[in-house]
């Protein structure tokens, strides 16, 4: 079983946690022929199941990502009625996100929306701003939920990375108040070693 290092994390949600870092560590490696610094990373057990998913297109490690993430949520958070994945932010064939929620689901018996909460206009890559606020603010009305689904759930908010919580927080926010949820906790499976 991959060994994990959850960590609370807090935000509009009721409960939530992060199941352990990406990267364990980071070295600069040279410049591309653009003059981008290449970086050669080591990550954590989880962090290299995903990384294999998400940019290897691995889809093996899928049942070993829901086998710990089912034993987390079992052991961890109270009875939840739906799991909603967090609207991708890039534009991919198969998204991993989507992927790994089903797979989640499946394991622990517990329906996915993938339609209860969509993106209605794009927004700039967040991985480039650093300010909070600012990433609150590029996110202010880039949701809507169908209320039909949320209203009066337990709602399971999940995502592959967190790494300031502006997403979860926008996505969270709009899950109580247009889609009447009656809790949401919030689920990442890893974390940026700097939480901002």
């Not at 691995?58 to 958070?77: C, M, N, P, Q, R």
């Not at 018996?109 to 909460?117: A, H, L, R």
Request: hydrophobic share 40%.
């Amino acid at each position: 079983m991959v060994e994990i290092n959850p960590t609370r994390i807090s935000g509009r949600w009721s409960n939530g946690f992060t199941l352990d870092v990406h990267t364990t560590g980071s070295e600069l490696h040279g410049h591309d022929e653009y003059g981008h610094p290449q970086f050669a990373s080591t990550r954590s057990e989880l962090g290299e199941l995903l990384y294999r998913l998400k940019f290897r297109l691995d889809k093996t490690v899928i049942a070993e990502i829901a086998k710990v993430v089912g034993t987390f949520v079992d052991s961890y958070l109270p009875t939840v009625d739906v799991i909603v994945p967090v609207p991708p932010s890039t534009p991919r064939t198969e998204q991993p996100v989507i992927l790994l929620a089903r797979a989640i689901g499946e394991r622990i018996g517990i329906p996915v929306s993938e339609d209860c909460v969509w993106k209605v206009r794009e927004t700039s890559q967040l991985k480039n701003v650093f300010d909070f606020d600012q990433r609150f603010r590029l996110l202010d009305g880039a949701f809507e939920v169908d209320p039909s689904i949320a209203k009066s759930k337990v709602v399971l908010l999940f995502d592959d990375l967190y790494r300031s919580g502006a997403t979860l927080n926008a996505v969270t926010s709009i899950l109580y108040d247009q889609g009447g949820a009656r809790d949401v906790l919030a689920l990442t499976l890893t974390r940026t070693r700097s939480l901002r």
